[in-house]
């Protein structure tokens, strides 16, 4: 078995990894030197052999030494970053998802999602942008992403003990990865989601709400052209419904605010988890 030990010399703490080795004949153990890791205090997880990583002693250690300093992070997140979109190029989900457990360890899903998985999906569209990665590159990212969190959702269950919640896109929308990721957001808080899926019609969306009764409805536009049918489908829900809606995407960020129905944008997932805890769902009307 792998675990650390603390020397002290001259007042200074230098980390080893080390394993005990039982001798037989000798009817003892013996501690073996595996690898000299430094002053203890400039240690990272990094520094720990990839086959030592995921020992729960050694995570543990890093937890209980508050591993949490934001210039080691950084650099973990800067290269977790780098492996994971390795991983999704090569549509290796699998490997990711052993990233993303070894992450998870210490700084848990949420941070996962919010400090690398979102921003890697901002440079992979940048990446796309700048022709600095092709077409199908780009695609082969983003299914593989999908494929990551469908596999997530699959293998964990989570308690289910808060708000029941229905994603929707308008009609004509096909991009699913942002509300796949808002998904496991609210799933990972306890909280029951449908998610339906594109190009789902309005007279069906409208069903489903009867049908689940959902405490709040979020509505995902990625595309500027959509956002009139959007529009016209969030009419039609508050015809037959006095349910919260929510309004977010990609569309909504670049500035298209022309709505005029009552519903809340522009929250970050922070904001809007909060206000899923909350005992009475308010949202803020648009102004």
Known sequence: MAYLRIKSIRGKKYLYLVKSEWNAKKRTSKQTIIKYLGIESDVSINDIPSEFRDSKIITEYFMNQKYFQPTVQNEISVKLQNELLSSFKNADYIGANSLLESYTKIYGFESFLNEILT?????????????????????????????????????????????????????????????????????????????????????????????????????????????????????????????PIIVGGQAVKNGSDNWNTAIGKNLTVGNILKLLQSKKLEIPPTV
């Open 119 to 243: 921003p890697l999906i901002y440079e992979i569209d940048s990446l796309g942008n700048s022709k600095k990665i092709d077409l199908g590159t780009q695609t082969t990212c983003y299914n593989t992403i999908q494929d990551l969190i469908n596999f997530v959702l699959e293998n964990n269950s989570y308690p289910l003990n808060k708000k029941n919640i229905l994603i929707c896109m308008p009609y004509g929308e096909q991009h699913t990865l942002g509300t796949k990721i808002l998904e496991f957001q609210l799933l990972s808080k306890g909280n029951t989601v449908t998610n339906l899926s594109p190009f789902t019609p309005v007279s069906s969306i409208l069903e489903s709400i009867q049908h689940t009764n959902p405490d709040c409805i979020f509505v995902s536009i990625t595309l500027d052209e959509n956002i009139l049918s959007a529009q016209r489908m969030i009419q039609k829900i508050n015809e037959q419904y006095a349910i």
